[in-house]
């Protein structure tokens, strides 16, 4: 894992950017153009949303003890995240009357931190598609069992 080259594409990486913006979908991908369709797929498709907050357990592999090592770097992760993820209002993330933002925001913390902790241990790399998505400036918001809810 290249931490530096890690916090370099989280500061260089537009989230959320191309929300609404067509998705080429798989058997694994349930893509979907708006956040208001992907509440529907939620509510009636089998997704349940994807973690943000440091309790949550993992989708993937369960409850996993964090290690002190990973300490510093989950802090990195955060405040580059906290930097990089844009504190103005974004129209994709709304859906009056609510307002995505921060659980959006914090599910990216919460895959970021994963896929260290996923890389740390050697486990299946789940998380590192998981953030591909963030990358690409769409939100992974859902997961179903072999199926992640894209918008």
């Known amino acids: 894992m290249d ?6 594409t989280i500061a260089e990486t537009a989230y959320f950017s191309r929300m609404g913006q067509p998705i080429t979908a ?4 349930c893509a979907r153009p708006s956040l208001a369709e992907a509440m529907r797929a ?6 349940d949303w994807m973690p943000s907050t440091p309790g949550d357990v993992d989708p993937f592999h369960g409850p996993l003890a964090r ?7 989950r802090r990195q992760l955060n405040q580059a995240l906290m930097r990089a993820v844009p504190t103005a209002t974004c129209a994709h993330l709304q859906l009056p009357p609510h307002d995505f933002h921060l659980v959006a925001r ?4 919460y895959a ?5 902790l996923e890389c ?11 953030i591909g ?19």
Request: include cysteine; charge should be negative; proline fraction near 10%.
């Open 133 to 151: 998505w963030y990358e690409r400036g769409h939100w992974p918001l859902a997961r179903a069992p072999g199926r992640l809810l894209v918008v």
């Open 67 to 73: 290690p002190a090592a990973l300490a510093d770097l």
């Open 42 to 47: 939620i509510d009636n498709d089998g997704f």
């Open 26 to 29: 798989g058997p694994a991908i």
């Open 106 to 109: 914090d599910a990216a913390m």
């Open 120 to 130: 740390h241990l050697g486990l299946p790399p789940h998380w590192q598609a998981v």
């Open 3 to 8: 931490v530096a080259a890690c916090l370099q």
């Open 112 to 116: 970021y931190r994963q896929w260290a």
